[in-house]
């Protein structure tokens, strides 16, 4: 087993902002809490066999993937969490398994080095009760919440034969629309004339305003640069929590 002291700074990591976004339905995954919880611990483990195991070839979990993918997107956090970490910035290659069938053999064969390393590391299962109890949890709701029963399906039904008549009536009313289109072409044509001695009197009147026109002082530009980028720090400072998570 190994010692967590080398690795405080992988204990110590803030990760709760990556688990809202996770269990997010709109932009996230949609995770439960629960298997937000059990793929974090994972995932914390993965960083750890990385930090061991640096040179080695190696593929995690599906679930623990999508987590370092979430992890990832949050581009500034990633990068300081990984100097903090490793020192350096852990890239992510995700093609291995795309490019051929020898590729998807290659990606067995890390995913299989992965469980290796994990089990004689940490002394446990690769795959843990806990983290498939949690995984199976996940699976029921899932399946409990979904647009699959025969009553919606029914009523999605109709709703799109009735949208299917209106979608004709519209059809009726694009071709009046269009003879309506064509006459006022040729009135477009008339107004293009009128557009054109506008434009004249336009430059004209450009020339004056620029002549007459006052500069902002650079001071002030300045000033307000300075502000802009202190809201804009503050803004992107600011990361969701858990207990403000839907």
Known sequence: MISHTPFQTITEIDLEPIKVKLMHKESGEGWSLEKVNAVEFEYRR???????FPTEQTAPLFDVDTFWHYHILDTQKYAIDCQQVFGYFLHHFPYIGLRGQDDAAAHQRVGERM??????????????????????????AQAATGFADAATRAAFSGAQTAFSGAQTAF?????AFSGAKTAF?????????????FSGAQTAFSGAQTAGAQLTEISDKTAFSGAQSTAAAAF?????RLDGAA
């Open 115 to 140: 469980r290796e390393l994990y089990e004689s590391t940490f002394g446990e299962p690769y795959v843990s009760d806990r983290y498939r109890s949690a995984m199976t949890a996940f699976s029921g």
């Open 171 to 175: 059809s009726g009313a694009q071709t």
């Open 185 to 197: 072409s040729g009135a477009q044509t008339a107004f293009s004339d009128a557009k054109t001695a």
């Open 236 to 240: 992107y400072s600011v990361r969701p």
């Open 46 to 52: 993965f960083l750890h066999l990385m930090k061991l």
